[in-house]
């Protein structure tokens, strides 16, 4: 059902540390042609910290772990390549198309191919106004033992609601650095989380311990901030507008983050881009070498 990269299988056969990548923000969430270009870098980043990067995706129907060459510019300039999500997969293997793995889909294959460490950009959560509209990232979460670094939830979301779910969930979230929920765009989210972790080691150590105690059926959320955030006048602004445009467009449900996302990248001058290629850089960086010290 799967097919490793040679790369990946290497490396699997070596017991060498491995980091899933997404690949919806490949396909969906940076313009051409700078989403090729970001996910050889990212994978280099990954490779340059000391483990071995495997961007996950399907292509014709079958589940690839890592992508050969060919492989990550179909999916970054294919316009048939579609969006999956966990519900999605069986439907996309059968019907032989290519797609693009969310974070919940992406979460799901990794730990199926033995893969503890997972980085992205933001996670989906609740989204605003609309009490059950929610991203099926949460219930993978909750579903799925794995470390997830991220800068937070993206902030066109229900901040606190996201949170709220995650704390139902027994998801547990750890600032990296801080006690502030980063908010993606935003070094802060304006919300507190509980628990702070200040290296690797101490994240390695939580994850061992949670398998010791029989609590390690769900994810690790790794909360990174952004460094330089986006100007907080020119977000809250976008967001505003954005948010206001989505309404009159009807845009709903699935469609609504990738929406938001192109309309912050449209209207930002490149403010957005910028700080969502910091972000996975930075947290593909700090998961290398996450799954270096759980390799430990």
């Known amino acids: 059902m799967i097919k490793f990269s040679s790369e990946v299988r290497e490396a699997e056969g070596a017991n060498k540390p491995i980091v899933a990548l997404e690949s919806t923000i490949i396909s969906h969430g940076l313009p051409r042609p700078r989403n090729l270009e970001v996910a050889r870098e990212v994978e280099e980043i990954v490779r340059a910290a000391g483990a071995v ?12 772990v890592g992508l050969e060459a060919d492989q990550l510019d179909r999916i970054a300039n294919d ?10 997969l069986a439907i996309v293997e059968a019907t032989k198309k290519s797609a693009a793995t969310t974070v919940a889909a992406t979460a799901h294959i990794a730990h199926f191919a033995g893969i503890s460490v997972f980085a992205t950009g933001g996670l989906g959560g609740v989204h605003r106004g609309h009490t059950y509209d929610e991203s099926a990232d949460l219930i993978a979460l909750a579903e799925t033992p794995i470390v997830i670094v991220c800068a937070g939830v993206k902030s066109i979301l229900d901040v606190p609601g996201t949170l709220e779910r995650l704390e139902t969930f027994a998801v547990p979230v750890l600032g990296y650095g801080t006690t502030k929920f980063p908010g993606f765009y935003l070094t802060e989210s304006g919300y507190e989380i509980e628990h702070r972790v200040d290296s690797v080691a101490e994240i390695a150590a939580i994850w061992h311990n949670r398998f010791e105690l029989k609590t390690a059926d769900r994810a690790v959320v790794i909360a990174n901030p952004v460094v330089n955030q986006m100007d907080l006048k020119l977000h809250n602004d976008i967001l505003e507008s954005g948010l206001k445009a989505a309404d009159s467009n009807h845009v709903t449900g699935k469609a609504v983050t990738p929406f938001l996302l192109e309309y912050f990248h449209t209207h930002s001058k490149g403010e957005s881009l910028r700080v969502n290629i910091d972000i996975i850089k930075a947290n593909a960086n700090l998961a290398a070498l996450i799954a270096i010290a759980l390799n430990n």
């Open 79 to 88: 316009d048939n390549v579609v969006k999956a999500s966990t519900r999605d």
């Open 53 to 64: 990067p495997a961007t996950i995706a399907l292509i014709d129907g079958v589940i690839h």
